[in-house]
């Protein structure tokens, strides 16, 4: 059966996007921007869980679908909420089947598999957008826009504080193994790489189950500074970048900055790039980049560097 075409409605376009994944992101995430947003036609859920992925269709009156096969057939694009090692199982044939993909970060659980995904999407010309989470915020966006080039920066530095990883009886084995590089590293190189531009060398240090730390190297002889943790039992997540340069400081609270409206328009963008056949600014490419510099940080801490 071929994919159900792009809809319109009064004249606007309206991108069908299925939804691969029942866990708590693609419930607290996607499901409910997927069915906010004006531009989308949530057009169901697929999930690994049965009883899971069935519950969360039912909650936002859409259909469940039993196979991956079936979601594609009644969407144009997929949100893909599903954890890193299944990601490229997935997108890739999604992909290939001319399907525009939103990909969690980081995209792939290790190199080759972010490199398969990658690969894919290059041949297929595949439309594609990573969550990027912070980048979406109004906040994020002016501070790049506006406060970094207006401190000409030569340096900066970023934090982020979690207690996600503290309590080891919650979360996947897999995710707590990984633990916070894999999960807010790609959301905090991410934003240092784009206010003091691409990261072109690192060394990371410290305990990965504890506190670490990342120096990077930018294009252009620029530096900063990444601290993480996700083992610290705070009350709320912190997460903060700035920068400094001879225009002065200039800084931004990541946490505080996102919102409903981040996700909003996160899945606004992504609809906008399915109807324009063009990739999103932050793309596949941009989720390899980023996975590099993470997968050789993280080679760093294994080897003790």
């Avoid at 691409?198 to 990965?208: F, I, L």
Wanted: glycine content about 12%.
């Amino acid at each position: 059966m071929a994919s159900r075409p792009t809809r319109f409605y009064s004249r606007t376009m309206v991108v069908a996007v299925g939804l691969a994944g029942a866990g708590r992101r693609a419930a607290e995430v996607y499901a409910r921007a997927l069915s906010s947003c004006d531009a989308v036609g949530f057009a169901g859920v697929w999930a690994r869980g049965v009883d899971r992925g069935r519950s969360l269709a039912e909650q936002h009156g859409v259909p469940f679908y039993a196979t991956f096969d079936e979601l594609l057939e009644h969407c144009d694009a997929v949100a893909f909420a599903l954890p890193p090692p299944a990601q490229p199982v997935y997108a890739v044939p999604a992909i290939r089947r001319g399907k525009a993909a939103l990909l969690e970060m980081p995209i792939g659980g290790d190199l080759a598999g972010a490199e398969e995904l990658d690969e894919a999407a290059t041949v297929a010309h595949a439309v594609t957008q990573v969550a990027l989470t912070w980048r979406y915020a109004a906040a994020v966006r002016a501070f790049l826009g506006g406060d970094v080039p207006q401190a000409r920066p030569f340096g900066g530095r970023g934090q982020v504080v979690s207690g996600a990883f503290a309590d080891t009886r919650t979360g996947s084995p897999s995710r707590h193994e990984r633990g916070v590089l894999m999960s807010r590293g790609p959301h905090l190189v991410d934003l240092l790489d784009a206010a003091l531009g691409p990261v072109a060398g690192e060394r990371a240090h410290g305990d990965p189950h504890g506190w670490l730390g990342l120096e990077l190297e930018h294009q252009g002889g620029r530096a900063s500074h990444a601290s993480m943790s996700g083992d610290v039992p705070v009350p709320s997540e912190r997460a903060s970048v700035e920068v400094y340069g001879p225009g002065g400081h200039a800084e931004v609270d990541c946490a505080a900055a996102v919102g409903a409206d981040t996700y909003l328009t996160m899945i606004q963008e992504f609809a906008e790039a399915v109807v324009r056949g063009n990739s999103h600014e932050l793309d596949v490419h941009r989720g390899m980049h980023l996975q590099r510099v993470l997968e050789a940080a993280e080679t760093d801490l294994l080897m003790g560097i």
